[in-house]
């Protein structure tokens, strides 16, 4: 019976031990970002051209060019591609056209960018700052986001984190008399060779932003010998330098020309592929990429002002106001570009909890009002909103997939009753378990059972079953060009710019031959293939949304000499 007693009391000491803490993250930290992995198809647009351009880069042996199908992909450095290389060729089967390989550089660089702002928030506020810090990134909905798609962002936050956790031991350790240690500096400039091996100068603009933040504030920069650029800087060329200029000779200098004059310069200076918004887009979209954490870091304002000449205070402001201006005078603005940020933000919202006063609405009923609304409009967007459009999709509710949104819904609830009663640290924790509940929700139960969402996988299926004694169909598209198809048929497939054109690719391999044409076209698609000899016959329907472009309804053909 004293054991049985005592045993929940050795529950909580062994949870509040650094070892059990951890534990705890690390277990929280899974069940956000480990369902849905393997569950949820590939996604359009830039996952897929990423994942196609990895395995084009394995089959080739050639890991100097990117391309995706026959064009140059000249837009980042190659890192990204040799991290989901690496993925591939150990965890996946080459023959097998498996996205979640793909996605694990970016799922374990999440965990790491959960760990790294914990370390980094207890090396500025203390390590009950440090943990609730990390709780808040691993909820963050546009972590969670950029954990599950194979591309940049996840890995690029963790690089920088590196370089972030580097620069604050540094800053805070200046007025010492001895510098804590050569790995500090070494690890600051490695970091930053990686992340312009990922994203190019993006990394530059984040830790130079931090630097230049900080010594406007204090008006000084002695403390910035530290870095020891006259071999750090060598440091970061020697990692960057061999493939910059291979990639120079390789592609004449066009990688520059288009990696830097277009796709840089472009998005600076304009909106590309319509991706625009006025100064502000950034701050409005925290809303949602920071859920839940964002409402505790809207009432973290008032703390970060008036401690804003504490060195681990003024650090994060130097980290995040200066990029974010820069974000938002970007003239192409997407909402996961400020994700390098949002650690810093984590660790003022988590350090000003512990200093709220405990007073309902935390003693600022008009801040909290104005950061509760938004919070509760993408809450519910997030624990009931995916499972709802998910039953108007299919034309019916998923029993269990429904109790668990309710359930998160009512953490979202608990939340606000807490902040009423000024309770802050509960409401935190509260936000954080109802958070990682609707995650589990959405990406393990709710996405991957949208098929009416995910309309390539479903062609090339239909495709298949059109074909069955062919190695592999020649499918040819109008119209509908997602990139998920060409990764998930391995490339093989042809895009046509009119009925007949479509009806000549398919008349030189009908046997093998697919077509699958939008509905407004299939009537001209019917003509252009009796003009040519043959008879159109429908093997298939396969319609849906298309998040990219909207709703689809495209018939799938196979020809047939005419009698």
């Known amino acids: 019976m004293s054991a049985a007693r005592t045993l929940p009391d050795q529950i909580r000491e062994a949870l509040k031990s650094p ?44 890991y100097i060019r990117i391309r995706f199908m026959d064009t140059a992909r000249n837009l980042q450095p190659a890192g990204i591609y ?32 959960v760990f790294l702002t914990w370390w980094i928030a ?71 060779g990686c992340g312009l091996m990922l994203k190019g100068p993006i990394i530059l603009l984040v830790s130079g932003g931090t630097v230049l933040g900080l010594a406007v504030m204090e008006r000084r920069g002695a403390w910035l010998k530290r870095l020891q650029p006259l071999w750090g800087i060598p440091l970061m060329l020697a990692i960057t330098a061999p493939w910059f200029v291979a990639i120079g000779q390789a592609t004449h200098g066009q990688f520059f020309n288009d990696a830097l004059g277009h796709n840089a310069i472009g998005k600076v200076t304009g909106a590309q592929e319509s991706h625009g918004g006025l100064p502000g887009y950034h701050l409005l979209a925290s809303n949602l990429m920071f859920w839940p954490g964002i409402l505790f870091a809207w009432l973290a304002v008032p703390f970060a002002w008036a401690e804003r000449r504490s060195d681990p205070v003024r650090f994060c402001i130097a980290w995040i106001v200066p990029a974010w201006i820069a974000f938002e005078l970007f003239g192409t603005k997407l909402p996961h570009y400020t994700l390098p940020l949002l650690p810093a933000v984590a660790a003022l919202a988590a350090a000003a909890i512990e200093v709220l006063p405990r007073k309902p609405f935390f003693g600022r009923p008009w801040i909290f009002a104005a950061a509760a609304l938004p919070w509760v409009v993408f809450g519910l967007v997030i624990t009931v909103g995916v499972t709802g459009l998910a039953a108007f999709l299919r034309g019916h509710v998923a029993v269990l997939p429904a109790i668990l949104a309710l359930v998160a819904f009512a953490g979202m609830v608990a939340v606000l009753v807490l902040c009423v009663q000024g309770k802050a ?32 996988p479903r062609i090339l299926a239909a495709a298949r079953a059109a074909t069955p004694n062919c190695p592999r169909p020649n499918l040819v598209t109008l119209k509908y060009r997602e990139p998920s198809l060409v990764f998930a048929s391995g490339g093989h497939i042809r895009f046509a710019h009119d009925p007949q054109e479509a009806a000549a690719m398919l008349a030189a391999d009908p046997a093998c031959g697919v077509v699958a044409v939008e509905h407004k076209k299939e009537a001209l698609f019917v003509q252009s293939a009796a003009a040519l000899g043959f008879v159109a016959r429908p093997v298939a329907r396969v319609a849906g949304f298309n998040y990219s472009e909207g709703r689809e309804n495209l018939g799938l053909y196979q020809l047939d000499r005419a009698p």
């Not at 929280?28 to 897929?48: A, N, V």
């Not at 150990?90 to 790491?112: K, M, T, Y």
């Not at 990134?137 to 591309?151: D, G, P, Y």
């Not at 954080?432 to 995650?439: F, I, R």
Request: proline share 6%; aromatic share 8%; hydrophobic share 55%.
């Open 19 to 62: 070892r059990g803490m951890a534990l705890l993250v690390a277990l929280l930290t899974l069940l956000t970002f480990l369902p849905g992995q393997r569950s949820i198809p590939p996604l359009d647009r830039d996952e897929s051209r990423y994942a196609q351009a990895t395995r084009q880069m394995v089959e080739s042996g050639d």
């Open 82 to 113: 040799w991290l989901q290389s690496a993925s591939v060729k150990l965890l996946g089967d080459p023959q097998v056209r498996e996205i979640w390989p793909h996605r694990v550089p970016g799922f374990l660089a999440a965990i790491a960018g």
């Open 122 to 192: 207890a090396l500025l506020f203390g390590p009950r700052v440090g943990r609730l810090a990390g709780l808040f990134m691993a909820t963050a909905l546009v972590l969670t986001l950029e954990a599950r798609f194979a591309k940049i962002d996840a890995v690029l936050c963790a690089t920088t984190l590196l370089a972030q956790a580097a620069l604050a031991k540094l800053y805070l350790t200046r007025d010492r008399e001895q510098p804590p240690g050569w790995i500090w500096p070494a690890l600051f400039w490695a970091a930053l």
């Open 425 to 456: 640290r509960a409401a935190a924790l509260t936000a954080v378990v109802a958070a990682a509940l609707a995650y589990v929700n959405d990406y393990g139960l709710v996405i991957p059972d949208m098929r009416e969402a995910f309309l390539s």
